[in-house]
């Protein structure tokens, strides 16, 4: 049996989809185990391009169980929207290919609104939400004031608990932001038109995992955002309300009893971005525009241009070490094929002081990059499947990142389709 996880080593946006896509094939069950539809998974495949929010990324296989799990930020509406969206390319979507933990919490109606409402409130403080209830949500998971997914089977104890929960949530939409109170009649209409619909995929998902397991099964546990959008690691305020990293996997998926045999960590052969906080290799200008058009490099959800840099190897290296990655998969390799010369942060200037190893998250905003520059190949690579083909200077900045990083690139993507790999 094997349990691989697949997380993103940097701010996310790395191209995790797109492997969890190429390396469904070997497995059994894929399992999301955490986070919201506050992020994309941008996948291309025979059925098209996708840009998965909330379902696993192993939907396009088939005879492969996926399963979201109880650590997910589950809201109904916009999974509901994502399975009619995919449905209507040809995917098959079921309750035998698709299951939903009965123990992940419900993001709700008010989730969103209050996420909108308090970026509002911080105007210029703001922490970069993409107003998706992600914030709210765990928040209220952790105060024990959410619904599970389970209780929509059980209609008789969900109508008194979300009759209170509403009032208790009208004190704070009220009384806080100024804002007119959810009634009852708006949040049932939402739940009749939403939540009914997802009712077939939910059950225990824990049995499932723990049969699976016995029975020797391969299971992927797949990840949104990166390690330095961690709630606990990352570049905090700026991070997600989640624990990103690996070693939540068995916990957020429902089968806490797994042992993670393999860590694949995705890293972009150069370094974006997306929404607010320290990005301290950051690129500016002309420069910055041709990376960006280069990688097309937008949001998968929110289409908001992406921040981007060269590849940052203090932070990449701190990715690696807090998840403990034991392979990488280097992505967009071939974007940087226009450069003369590559620029990479080796190391950061903190207070007057080189250093290699990555700061507490209050100094990342003072800190400086400090770059070094490789050749580059000036060739297009996006066509070449096998190592030794690659030209030298491309091999030469793998192995260098390689080297720095102190993990294994075993994987190098030069394209965005599913067969557009270098397995070394």
């Known amino acids: 049996m094997a349990n691989t996880a697949i997380v993103g080593i940097n701010w996310g946006d790395e191209g995790k989809g797109r492997m969890v896509d190429l390396l469904t094939e070997e497995y059994d ?65 079921t309750p035998d290919n698709l299951k939903i933990s009965d123990r992940a919490s419900l993001l709700l109606l008010w989730h969103r609104e209050l996420d909108e409402l ?14 998706q209830g992600i914030a709210p949500f765990y928040s209220d998971k952790y105060q024990k004031k959410t619904i599970m997914a389970g209780e929509l089977l059980h209609p008789e104890h969900l109508k008194e608990h979300l009759a209170d929960l509403l009032e208790w ?22 739940f009749d038109t939403w939540c009914e619909k997802i009712k077939p995929f939910i059950c225990d998902t824990g049995i499932i995992l723990r049969n699976a397991q016995a029975e020797g099964k391969n299971i992927l546990f797949e990840a949104q955002l990166g390690a330095l959008r961690d709630l606990d690691y990352g570049i905090y305020p700026y991070t997600t309300s989640s624990n990103a990293i ?45 990376l960006r058009s280069a990688g097309f490099e937008y949001g998968a959800k929110t289409g908001r241009p992406r921040r981007v840099g060269p590849l940052d190897i203090v932070a990449t290296r701190y990715g690696v070490q807090v998840q403990g990655a034991t392979n990488i998969a280097l992505t967009k390799l071939d974007i940087l094929s226009y450069m ?7 190391k950061y ?25 490789l050749d580059g190949w000036k060739c297009d690579i996006s066509g070449i499947r096998e190592w030794d083909a690659l030209p030298k200077a491309a091999q030469n900045y793998v192995t260098f990142v390689e080297q720095q ?20």
């Open 246 to 290: 690996s070693a939540y996997a068995p916990v957020g998926s429902g089968l806490p009893s797994a042992k993670l045999n393999e860590v694949i960590g995705v890293v972009k052969a150069y370094s974006t971005c997306v929404g607010e906080g320290p990005f301290v290799c950051e690129m500016f200008g002309d420069e910055a525009d041709a």
């Open 349 to 373: 200037l903190v207070d007057g002081q080189e250093t290699s190893e990555f700061p507490f998250p209050s100094l990342l905003s003072s800190a400086k990059p400090v770059m070094e520059y």
């Open 29 to 93: 069950i894929v399992v999301r185990y955490q986070g919201g539809g506050n992020a994309g998974h941008t996948v291309i495949n025979e059925y098209g391009k996708f840009a998965l929010h909330l379902l696993p990324s192993g939907i396009f296989r088939k005879g492969v169980i996926n399963i979201l799990g109880n650590g997910v930020a589950l809201d109904p509406e916009n999974l509901w929207n994502e399975i009619e969206d995919v449905r209507s390319k040809g995917v098959s979507i």
């Open 118 to 131: 308090e970026e509002i409130r911080l105007k210029d403080k703001k922490y970069g939400s993409t107003k």
């Open 169 to 190: 949530k009208n004190l704070t939409i009220a009384g806080v932001y100024g804002k007119e109170p959810i009634t009852v009649s708006e949040i049932q209409e939402w």
């Open 340 to 346: 003369d010369k590559i620029p990479v942060c080796t």
């Open 405 to 424: 990083i102190g993990c294994r690139i075993g994987y190098v993507s030069v394209g965005p389709e599913r067969d557009s790999i270098i397995i070394r």
